[in-house]
């Protein structure tokens, strides 16, 4: 969590200061090359030029500032309608949304959720699966994402 934090505060202003919201950051290290993952969003939606502008100044800023050592490939995109949720505020915002989570640790046995989101109590996402409710702890969350309804 600290290097996200550390890309986070690098990152943030960048994309604040071009208009845009910084949804939320991967960082995945795989052998010697790694993926930076970085998702904006805007009310008016993303298109391939905003994520080509944004990638050259974070470029940009990367290069100066080198916060990862190693090789790595810099992605920037939506989060789409599949969206990651990063924080307790994005998991609020996505109430009554299908969701699916997978926690870092297992919790009453399991890793895997895929429920409807009911809200966040005291730092707890709550999931309502199969007709019953869990308080997964928003910090024992590895990845959630939303899954969308075409209906």
Known sequence: MA???ELNA????????MGFLLWGIEYVRSGKFSTLRIYIDHE???????????????SAVMDVEDPISTNYTLEVSSPGMDRPLFTAEQYEQSKGE????????????????????????DGDVVVQVDG???LLPIE?????RIIPNFK
Not at 12 to 17: F, H, N, Q, S
Not at 140 to 144: L, R
């Open 132 to 134: 019953e409710e869990f």
């Open 98 to 121: 299908w969701v699916e989570i997978k926690l870092r640790f297992a919790f009453e046995g399991r890793k895997n959720f895929k429920g409807v989101i009911n809200g966040v109590e």
């Open 10 to 17: 690098l990152i943030e202003p960048v994309v604040t200061g």
């Open 44 to 58: 008016n939606g993303i298109n391939v030029d905003n994520c080509a502008d944004v990638s050259r100044q974070i």
């Open 3 to 5: 290097k996200i934090d």
């Open 140 to 144: 024992s969350i590895d990845k959630g």
